[in-house]
T-cell receptor
């Protein structure tokens, strides 16, 4: 009965690789988000989609590309990974308050 | 830049004591929300207070909002060891789309 799920939970990869993180919500929410939490626990919004349409696009490198095939899914693809991309990435969905997934810990070596 | 700033950054108390965390923000808001994050987990929504509300309760949680001072406080009464977590305030600004700006968080440790 997981509300917001993300895969994988852990991702270790080398610089220069391309990777994807998947997110799914079964709450019937219209809006989904991607956040990045750095090592100091700062949580910053990256993207938001409402009904498959991009509505928030913060200052994020072009190497990050979200894709929403339907309103229950919001995937995050990252090209040419860099050391600074290492962080925990959280997906969330909302109608009013936001429901967060468990996070994906990305480590770039 | 961060919208919300919490203080203290870290708080250590004994079980049974009350814990108060404060949050300040900079711009106009529609609402302010508090979230809890246990170590290695996602954030869990605790309470939402709208800009026209001054106080809200939920169980052992009490949130106040002072829009004139652009500040909010979260009080956890009769704390338990299970309350040990990081607590974040997040503001939902007037720009719409439920775009939350999070503060840096307060790390609360409740000792048995």
């Amino acid at each position: 009965d997981t509300a917001v799920s993300q895969t994988p939970k852990y991702l270790v990869t080398q610089m220069g690789n391309d990777k994807s993180i998947k997110c799914e919500q079964n709450l019937g929410h219209d809006t989904m988000y991607w956040y990045k939490q750095d090592s100091k626990k700062f949580l910053k919004i990256m993207f938001s989609y409402n009904n498959k349409e991009l509505i928030i696009n913060e200052t994020v490198p072009n190497r990050f590309s979200p894709k929403s095939p339907d309103k229950a899914h919001l995937n995050l693809h990252i090209n040419s990974l860099e050391l600074g991309d290492s962080a925990v990435y959280f997906c969330a969905s909302s109608q009013y308050e936001q429901y967060f997934g468990p996070g994906t810990r990305l480590t770039v070596t | 830049s961060q919208q919300g700033e919490e203080d203290p950054q870290a708080l250590s108390i004994q079980e049974g004591e009350n814990a108060t965390m404060n949050c300040s923000y900079k711009t106009s808001i529609n609402n302010l929300q508090w979230y809890r994050q246990n170590s290695g987990r996602g954030l869990v929504h605790l309470i939402l207070i709208r800009s026209n509300e001054r106080e809200k309760h939920s169980g052992r949680l009490r949130v106040t909002l002072d829009t004139s001072k652009k500040s909010s406080s979260l009080l956890i009464t009769a704390s338990r060891a299970a309350d040990t977590a990081s607590y974040f305030c997040a503001t939902d600004g007037a720009g719409g789309y439920n775009k939350l700006i999070f503060g840096a968080g307060t790390r609360l440790a409740v000792h048995p």
